[in-house]
């Protein structure tokens, strides 16, 4: 008997083992027909299919999401990717509602998010390239100032940008970096670290009463560059005002100005935005620049906050030069993780 349960007639009117196949195609056979034959699939479901067109919304017009009220429109552009996790839960609600329409639903929200980000899914990234270059936020408060600053230069940038520097630490960064780096400048609370000579280094002005931007020409093998390092304003998410920006939005048009002023063809900048590059109050800088990670990483490269990063803040974005390659550093005794890129320096046309 318990050999018969196992057993199903054959094409020759035998019988033998029921093969793990056949099974999966009678039971996928039955839960068509079910659905095939139940008359309330098209009208359950109408809550999820709407929460699904909602959500498809959000996400195709979120460039028209108004910042007037708690700058709503950068917070959801900030966290925008991953509004996409929404999808599969909508696709597993609609399975076990048994919802057509639903199913329909969860169509555009799955495209709209697969053309907005599906090509940060692959690997864009390149061999060869002519500088390397970095960028760390260290966090003010970090407890080993001098293992963060070997961690970062082991990552063998040519250039290295950190921000958040305190003025008692400076000398610890200088002498844990003096060995991998000939010249360096600190201006304010930014700081260049390079392989190649440097020459006018100076302060960049965005509006905030102290320095926490600058500039320098780095002239490596291949020509000058224009390297910017900026940490702009912080942002906060408040129950009664929202996501607070106006400082952060005003620096970026000042920051915008400045590199669009800049007379070099080649440009790099690096830094800590505190905003990503789908955030529109950041369009006075992204406009001009290509984000390294966009163009040739692999995955989001988030870098914040470093213990679970959800979003990346910390940008490298080039301007007459072609990245090849970008991503993040492993993890030091800062909230923010390192990140990198390799580029190519072209000839200027």
Same mark, same amino acid.
């Given at each position: 008997?318990?050999?018969?349960?196992?057993?199903?007639?054959?094409?020759?009117?035998?019988?033998?083992?029921? /093969?793990?196949?056949?099974?999966? /195609?009678?039971?996928?056979?039955? %839960?068509?027909?079910?659905?095939?034959?139940?008359?309330?699939?098209?009208?359950?479901?109408?809550?999820? !299919?709407?929460?699904?067109?909602?959500?498809?919304?959000?996400?195709?017009?979120?460039?028209?999401?108004?910042?007037?009220?708690?700058?709503?429109?950068?917070?959801?552009?900030?966290?925008?990717?991953?509004?996409?996790?929404?999808?599969?839960?909508?696709?597993?609600?609609?399975? %076990? +509602? +048994?919802?057509?329409?639903?199913?329909? !639903?969860?169509?555009?929200?799955?495209?709209?998010?697969?053309?907005?980000?599906?090509?940060?899914?692959?690997?864009?990234?390149?061999?060869?390239?002519?500088?390397?270059?970095?960028?760390?936020?260290?966090?003010?408060?970090?407890?080993?100032?001098?293992?963060?600053?070997?961690?970062?230069? !082991?990552?063998?940038?040519?250039?290295?940008?950190?921000?958040?520097?305190?003025?008692?630490?400076?000398?610890?960064?200088?002498?844990?970096? !003096?060995?991998?780096?000939?010249?360096?400048?600190?201006?304010?609370?930014?700081?260049?670290?390079?392989?190649?000579?440097?020459?006018?280094?100076?302060?960049?002005?965005?509006?905030?009463?102290?320095?926490?931007?600058? +500039?320098?020409?780095?002239?490596?093998?291949?020509?000058?560059?224009?390297?910017?390092?900026?940490?702009?304003?912080?942002?906060?998410?408040?129950?009664?005002?929202?996501?607070?920006?106006?400082? /952060?939005?005003?620096?970026?048009?000042?920051?915008?100005?400045?590199?669009?002023?800049?007379?070099?063809?080649?440009?790099?900048?690096?830094?800590?935005?505190?905003?990503?590059?789908?955030? @529109?109050?950041?369009?006075?800088?992204?406009?001009? %620049? /290509?984000?390294?990670?966009?163009?040739?990483?692999?995955?989001?490269?988030?870098?914040?906050?470093?213990?679970?990063?959800?979003? @990346?803040?910390?940008?490298?974005?080039?301007?007459?030069?072609?990245?090849?390659?970008?991503?993040?550093?492993?993890?030091?005794?800062?909230?923010?993780?390192?990140?990198?890129?390799?580029?190519?320096?072209?000839?200027?046309?």
């Amino acid at each position: 008997m318990a050999q018969q349960a196992y057993m199903t007639e054959t094409d020759g009117g035998g019988s033998g083992p029921e /093969r793990p196949g056949t099974r999966l /195609r009678r039971l996928a056979h039955r %839960l068509a027909a079910g659905w095939r034959d139940d008359p309330g699939i098209w009208r359950r479901g109408l809550v999820l !299919a709407a929460l699904a067109l909602l959500l498809g919304l959000v996400m195709l017009v979120h460039s028209r999401i108004p910042n007037r009220v708690g700058n709503l429109g950068s917070l959801t552009e900030t966290f925008l990717p991953w509004l996409g996790l929404a999808v599969p839960v909508l696709l597993v609600l609609a399975l %076990l +509602r +048994r919802s057509a329409t639903a199913l329909v !639903a969860v169509l555009l929200p799955a495209v709209v998010w697969l053309n907005l980000f599906g090509g940060l899914l692959t690997d864009r990234s390149g061999g060869g390239g002519d500088l390397t270059v970095a960028t760390h936020n260290v966090n003010a408060d970090n407890p080993d100032p001098a293992a963060t600053a070997r961690d970062v230069a !082991a990552s063998g940038a040519d250039v290295l940008a950190l921000e958040e520097l305190p003025a008692s630490a400076v000398p610890v960064y200088e002498k844990a970096l !003096a060995a991998t780096y000939k010249y360096h400048a600190v201006v304010g609370t930014v700081g260049l670290w390079s392989r190649y000579p440097m020459a006018g280094v100076e302060a960049v002005d965005i509006k905030l009463g102290w320095k926490r931007a600058m +500039r320098a020409t780095v002239t490596t093998p291949k020509g000058p560059v224009a390297v910017y390092v900026a940490h702009l304003p912080s942002v906060r998410v408040k129950m009664q005002a929202g996501f607070t920006a106006r400082q /952060r939005d005003k620096s970026a048009d000042a920051l915008g100005e400045a590199i669009a002023d800049e007379t070099l063809h080649r440009v790099v900048l690096l830094g800590d935005l505190n905003g990503t590059m789908n955030d @529109r109050s950041l369009n006075a800088v992204t406009s001009q %620049l /290509r984000s390294t990670q966009g163009a040739a990483g692999s995955g989001f490269g988030f870098s914040w906050p470093a213990s679970f990063p959800m979003a @990346r803040i910390d940008q490298i974005m080039v301007k007459g030069v072609r990245p090849l390659s970008s991503w993040t550093l492993p993890r030091t005794n800062s909230d923010h993780l390192p990140v990198a890129a390799r580029v190519k320096l072209d000839t200027p046309s």
